[in-house]
């Protein structure tokens, strides 16, 4: 009597777990993809949005940036006047302003304004580490150039861009001149798009338990199909371990859904593109 019992018991239990891993590995499964077709939408969206605010980074001031020297066609050096766009104009008007940090990334902004043309971008520079060498910034002057080196993703574009209009700037000038560019940010809907960007960044991590999620599944399978094949007391041990897989399934969709999609600080920001680019490592 009491072996029957085991034995409706372990039916029972086994019959829940299977149920229950099966659930979970199919949410699991899901929010993944979920995440994946998130994140493929909004990165499309930024890289055909990145232009546009290349486009507004260039608007011309009718100044001169500076003046270079370049080779006419019989190889004779000749001057000639590099236009002043208006990100370079905002970061010439706050470099004694505001904040050391923020002219790193104003910098950055620079750079891609003048990335169509290498030679003048380069000049432009040299140009900036002299300013922030002057202004007694060496780590981030030294930073300048490998940053500068590559063409910046509309991710990071874009984090950059956000980071700059949502801090609290002490300048006022800064703020003003952002002004434009934060309702372009709004218009377009861009913190959304790096909200889900950032979140798949965490969501991906979770992917390795989709294997775990996969061997529970096959295990809960098992032990549903041949539930009186094996001695009572294996039952119980394996599913000890089901009810172990299963609470670690749950704790990750747990996370997965608990997770702030947040923007990162500018510090955050900073870590994240030196990350990405090799050639400082």
């Not at 997965?256 to 490592?281: M, N, R, V, Y």
Request: aromatic share 10%; charged share 20%; glycine share 2%.
């Amino acid at each position: 009597m009491s072996s029957l019992i085991d034995q409706i018991m372990i039916l029972q239990l086994t019959t829940v777990v299977y149920y229950l891993m099966m659930l979970l590995f199919l949410v699991l499964v899901l929010m993944i993809a979920i995440s994946f077709y998130q994140n493929r939408k909004a990165q499309k969206k930024l890289s055909l949005l990145k232009p546009i605010f290349i486009k507004f980074l260039q608007d011309n001031t009718g100044e001169l940036a500076t003046t270079i020297q370049v080779s006419n066609p019989v190889g004779d050096l000749m001057d000639m006047d590099v236009p002043m766009y208006m990100i370079e104009k905002i970061r010439r008007e706050t470099l004694n302003s505001t904040d050391r940090k923020y002219q790193l990334w104003m910098s950055i902004l620079v750079c891609c304004a003048y990335e169509e043309d290498k030679g003048i971008k380069d000049e432009m520079v040299q140009l900036i580490k002299k300013d922030m060498e002057s202004a007694g910034s060496h780590e981030d002057a030294e930073l300048l150039a490998p940053l500068c080196k590559y063409i910046i993703s509309p991710f990071n574009l874009f984090k950059i861009i956000i980071c700059l209009v949502n801090e609290k700037m002490q300048d006022s000038v800064l703020n003003s001149s952002f002004k434009e560019i934060n309702n372009y940010v709004d218009t377009y809907k861009i913190s959304s798009d790096i909200k889900v960007v950032n979140r798949f960044k965490l969501v991906i991590k979770s992917i390795p338990y989709i294997a775990v999620a996969v061997v529970g599944f096959i295990i809960s399978w098992l032990m549903y199909c041949y539930n009186d094949m094996l001695p009572g007391f294996l039952y119980w041990i394996m599913l000890l371990i089901m009810v172990i897989v299963v609470a670690v399934i749950s704790v990750v969709l747990w996370w997965i859904i608990g997770q702030p999609a947040k923007h990162p600080s500018c510090e955050e920001i900073e870590e994240g593109i030196l990350a990405d680019i090799p050639a400082l490592f």
